[in-house]
């Protein structure tokens, strides 16, 4: 079946624009993850959704991120007035239930530069 | 707070040759523990995890892991390796008490020669 998806898979924006990166998680899947890898790092965690329900966004860096999951499918993240710092990869995933434990299926990520 | 070292930013080992990728955590009590794969142009890949019962965790592709708690350790291991298993890999930890944010390490990129 189709995996996660993401889009666009590359993004370039200049300094001080808005960008939203695009979500398509397994269908049914309960639990949606969003994480931002930069060059040569691990990802790190942003935000947490279960269903429609924001759950944890302890790693959103700044108030310039924001993301929504509004009927528990689709998500999006939006960056506000993009700085150059956030140039990095970011990767969706998701997990079929609500257990931590669960294993999480990723997607291919979207690059965004900011020039 | 938790914490992912994982010493080796790179390694190099020969077709056929086993294989060992090592990894260290901080967390204070037991944590979940994973090991993913990353491919070029691929996305993440769970490739085994621990989160409780026998230490040593069998994984896809013919890999393993042993959880050492007196170490702080899961080391990953392949016996042979493959010259598809050229990629970077990365040893994450998980909270048990509540949240829902996995740490990742900044991983170890694989070369296999022939």
């Known amino acids: 079946g189709a995996g996660v998806s993401q889009s666009p898979r590359y993004k370039v924006a200049k300094r001080g624009q808005d960008v939203a990166l695009r979500c398509d998680p397994i269908s049914g899947h309960v639990s949606l993850f969003w994480y931002q890898q930069a060059l040569g790092q691990g990802p790190e965690f942003l935000t947490y959704?279960?269903?429609?329900?924001?759950?944890?966004k302890s790693g959103l860096p700044s108030d310039r991120f924001f993301a929504e999951r509004p009927e528990g499918s689709v998500s999006t993240l939006k960056i506000q007035r993009t700085q150059q710092e956030d140039s990095a990869v970011y990767l969706c995933?998701?997990?079929?239930?609500?257990?931590?434990?669960?294993?999480?299926?990723f997607g291919p990520g979207t690059r965004l530069t900011v020039l | 707070a938790q914490s992912v070292t994982q010493p080796d930013i790179h390694i190099t080992v020969s077709e056929g040759a086993s294989l060992e990728l090592r990894c260290n955590y901080s967390y204070g009590a037991t944590p979940y523990l994973f090991w993913y794969v990353q491919s070029p142009g691929q996305g993440l890949q769970l490739l085994l995890k621990?989160?409780?019962?026998?230490?040593l965790v069998q994984g896809i592709k013919g890999f393993e892991a042993e959880f050492k708690r007196s170490q702080s350790s899961f080391n990953l291991r392949k016996p042979s390796v493959h010259w598809s298993d050229a990629a970077e890999y990365f040893c994450a930890v998980g909270a048990r008490a509540g949240g829902f944010k996995t740490i990742f390490g900044a991983g170890t990129r694989l070369f296999v020669k022939a």
């Open positions: 995933a998701s997990s079929y239930g609500r257990l931590f434990t669960d294993t999480q299926y």
């Open positions: 959704f279960q269903n429609e329900a924001q759950l944890d």
């Open positions: 621990y989160f409780s019962g026998d230490t």
